[in-house]
């Protein structure tokens, strides 16, 4: 997606890609969205769309929604589920990405890797998030506690891993619209917001 043209104010200083950390095969010339203030990066794993056996759909509903609630979007970037994957988040993350969310390869067949990958680029772990993205498939699908998705910081950068279907994105941008904007704003250092009236 195209970035708009920021306020060079409120833009935070991104490395920007890195030769070093370069993305996998389809991620070249990503990193228009590293000039807007908030910089998000999709990441589709998926064996038989990477194949093109057919078409990312999760993808480009995830970097809709996030674009819905303030995000300015590079990707989807479709990749073959595990170490692909990895090697996206860590480019992703040399970049300067605030966010990256996945989507796919969570569930429990033997080539759903992408929560392992993700394991290896974290430094640590942030689990109210993907806790609360079960919740919120299981109110209507009970196969949504099968997801393995994770979430965590790497670097500067919060990465989310969604389910693969439709339903389990859509799951995860009612989560992350509520809660991603501000987990964004405490990794750059910002503070809890007060409730109205409060000076402490």
Same mark, same amino acid.
């Given at each position: ?50 194949? =093109?056996?057919?078409?990312?759909? @999760?993808?480009? !509903? ?5 674009? #819905?609630? /303030?995000?300015?979007? %590079? *990707? ?72 393995? =998705?994770?979430?965590?910081?790497? @670097?500067?950068? !919060? ?5 693969? #279907?439709? /339903?389990?994105?859509? %799951? *995860? ?28």
């Amino acid at each position: 997606m195209t970035a708009p043209q920021p306020d060079s104010a409120n833009v935070p200083r991104r490395p920007g890609p890195q030769d070093a950390n370069p993305f996998p095969a389809g991620g070249e010339g990503l990193g228009e969205a590293l000039l807007a203030p908030y910089a998000a990066l999709v990441v589709t794993a998926s064996n038989r769309a990477s194949a =093109g056996v057919y078409a990312d759909t @999760g993808g480009p !509903l995830l970097a809709e929604g996030l674009a #819905s609630i /303030g995000f300015t979007v %590079d *990707g989807p970037l479709v990749v073959p589920d595990g170490d692909p994957v990895g090697q996206a988040l860590r480019a992703g993350a040399a970049a300067g990405y605030d966010v990256i969310v996945t989507t796919g390869g969570t569930g429990l067949s033997p080539t759903d890797r992408t929560p392992e990958v993700t394991r290896a680029v974290l430094d640590y772990d942030v689990p109210g998030i993907p806790e609360a993205i079960r919740a919120e498939g299981l109110a209507k699908v009970p196969t949504a506690a099968l997801s393995r =998705g994770l979430a965590g910081v790497a @670097g500067a950068t !919060l990465i989310v891993n969604l389910p693969g #279907s439709a /339903g389990g994105v859509r %799951d *995860g941008l009612a989560v992350l619209e509520r809660i991603l904007r501000h987990a964004v704003d405490q990794i750059r250092g910002g503070d809890h917001p007060r409730p109205a009236g409060s000076t402490s």
